[in-house]
């Protein structure tokens, strides 16, 4: 499990698609909304963690199409279906790198972006939890569709339909913990429920996503 974790962080880091791009885009829609809605900073600051979210979402799909697609086009997902690792495990370690590779990188650069949006001082850190508890939810599901979608031409756009719809709750939650951090109000319940979310994707998925493969690979 530590070699393929090992592999796939290498082969992400190479390719340059993970790390840089999914840092890139979220800074690119941090400068923008600025431009978008006016300098009012009474403005940006009430949807400064929505904002964040929102990119760090966004920015986690672009390297979600790669996930899986590289391994079978070089025939690697085969040989990995018949390893003594079970394919659930598999699943599990490409979640990972996804993670490590994409979610991290976000949720250690929110804070810095979370100054272009004059988020409130009191926001920073429920904002960083918010992304550590909300964003391996995010790798998990975008691995379910990326199992989904492999082998099919052009599955991108497919797949960004079919996985947008499982993160909205994951959104609607995590932003509304930053939400309520940045205001001082009380921020439990919904970071029991993203917490609840993430824990119940992780689970779960990684069985669904297996079975989906073992069909695709027939």
């Known amino acids: 499990m530590i070699a393929l974790l090992s592999r796939d962080l290498k082969l992400a880091f190479r390719a340059g698609g993970g790390f840089g791009l999914g840092l890139a885009f ?19 600051a009430v949807i400064a963690p929505g904002v964040l979210w929102l990119g760090a979402l966004l920015a986690c799909l672009l390297s979600l199409d790669r996930l899986l697609a590289l391994d079978w086009e070089d025939g690697s997902l085969d040989l990995l279906a018949t390893a003594p690792l079970p394919l659930e495990a598999v ?6 790198a996804h993670w490590i590779t994409t979610g991290l990188p976000l949720v250690l650069a929110a804070p810095v972006l979370g100054v272009l949006l004059n988020l ?3 926001g920073f850190i429920w904002l960083v939890v918010s992304l550590l508890v909300g964003t391996p939810a995010l790798s998990v599901i ?24 499982l993160y909205v709750p994951t959104l609607i939650f995590g932003a509304e913990v930053a939400r309520r951090g940045a ?14 979310i993430t824990a119940g994707v992780v689970a779960l998925l990684p069985f669904a996503s297996a079975a989906v493969l073992r069909v695709n690979l027939r």
Do not use: Y
């Open 26 to 44: 979220f800074l690119i829609v941090t400068v923008l909304v600025p431009f978008s809605v006016g300098p009012q900073s009474s403005l940006l």
């Open 120 to 122: 409130p001082q009191a």
């Open 183 to 196: 205001i001082g109000m009380e921020t439990s319940t919904p970071l029991l429920m993203l917490g609840g």
């Open 91 to 96: 699943v599990t370690i490409k979640a990972l």
């Open 142 to 165: 975008g691995t379910f569709g990326a199992a989904l979608t492999v082998g099919l031409k052009r599955g991108g756009l497919l797949l960004s339909l079919l996985v947008l719809p």
